[in-house]
């Protein structure tokens, strides 16, 4: 399948760690950084590319995009 990605500014997390730490890191972007910056989250998906995954120690590296306005 594919999808367009809409058009926009976007914030990336760049995560390198343990698959057990993305919750972690999603709740520190949310409740740390978020709420620290100029940004707001708009309506627009984000989404999440995937740059290396371990299957062997389950650790990945991976970007997540947030769309901001």
């Known amino acids: 399948n594919t999808c367009v990605i809409q058009g926009g500014k976007y914030a990336v997390y760049h995560f390198k760690g343990k698959v057990q730490q993305i919750y972690a890191a999603y709740q520190n972007l949310f409740n740390v950084w978020f709420p620290n ?4 989250l708009d ?4 989404f999440e590319i995937y740059r290396d995954i371990n ?3 389950m650790e990945m590296v991976l970007d997540i995009y947030f769309p901001i306005k």
């Open 37 to 40: 910056v100029e940004y707001q």
């Open 43 to 46: 309506e627009r998906y984000g």
């Open 55 to 57: 299957c062997d120690t």
